[in-house]
T-cell receptor, first 111, second 113 residues
Framework: GESVGLHLPTLSVQEGDNSIINCAYSNSASDYFIWYKQESGKGPQFIIDIRSNMDKRQGQRVTVLLNKTVKHLSLQIAATQPGDSAVYFCAETRYNNDMRFGAGTRLTVKP | DAEITQSPRHKITETGRQVTLACHQTWNHNNMFWYRQDLGHGLRLIHYSYGVQDTNKGEVSDGYSVSRSNTEDLPLTLESAASSQTSVYFC????????????FGPGTRLTVT
């Protein structure tokens, strides 16, 4: 069935290294993809988004890449910091705001 | 500053009881959403609203209801709480038709015994 999922449930990186979090989606009709960050005990927080007609979008220390050919989405975090430790969710929207989330990847940054 | 709040933050209730979780936003957003978060499932959409008097079912709406009488509030009611509804519930809001960025509340942890 249609789904949004993540390749790896956990990711551990050294402080200062770059992090790459991956996400697969199955519905080519999705028109918007979003990455959220969730810290322990808090609600998800918007990081960055990308429209389906784009391949790449950059923010502050983050880059989202969209490969529509293989239905793959990734979040790259440059110079990962301890404050980046959290669970990261990808999400897709198909009908305006009806958003479907993946299961999440836990990122741990080692000092 | 504008914000979105949820209450209570923690709730323990018994099977069969009716429970209402409150969500209040001061962003003046048209769109409001309720999600539940369970380990291994991420966030799943329960109900959503695009404006006053508008409500729509999400992916996992059975056993839940919402009503939207004003812009600021979207209470979520569990008609007859079941143990399977033990979860963390998040409310979110976003702007109009192009408001893909959702702002989330801090969550309500509900335990049904």
């Amino acid at each position: 069935g249609e789904s949004v999922g993540l390749h790896l449930p956990t990711l551990s990186v050294q402080e200062g290294d770059n992090s790459i979090i991956n996400c697969a989606y199955s519905n080519s009709a999705s028109d918007y993809f979003i990455w959220y960050k969730q810290e322990s005990g808090k609600g998800p927080q918007f990081i960055i988004d990308i429209r389906s007609n784009m391949d790449k979008r950059q923010g502050q220390r983050v880059t989202v890449l969209l490969n529509k050919t293989v239905k793959h989405l990734s979040l790259q975090i440059a110079a990962t910091q301890p404050g980046d430790s959290a669970v990261y969710f990808c999400a897709e929207t198909r009908y305006n705001n009806d958003m479907r989330f993946g299961a999440g990847t836990r990122l741990t940054v080692k000092p | 500053d504008a914000e979105i709040t949820q209450s209570p933050r923690h709730k323990i209730t018994e099977t069969g009881r009716q429970v209402t979780l409150a969500c209040h936003q001061t962003w003046n957003h048209n769109n409001m959403f309720w999600y539940r978060q369970d380990l291994g499932h991420g966030l799943r959409l329960i109900h959503y609203s695009y404006g006053v008097q508008d409500t729509n079912k999400g992916e996992v709406s059975d056993g839940y209801s919402v009503s939207r009488s004003n812009t600021e509030d979207l209470p979520l009611t569990l008609e007859s709480a079941a143990s399977s509804q033990t979860s963390v519930y998040f409310c979110a809001s976003s702007e109009g038709e192009t408001g893909y960025e959702q702002y989330f509340g801090p969550g309500t942890r509900l335990t049904v015994t």
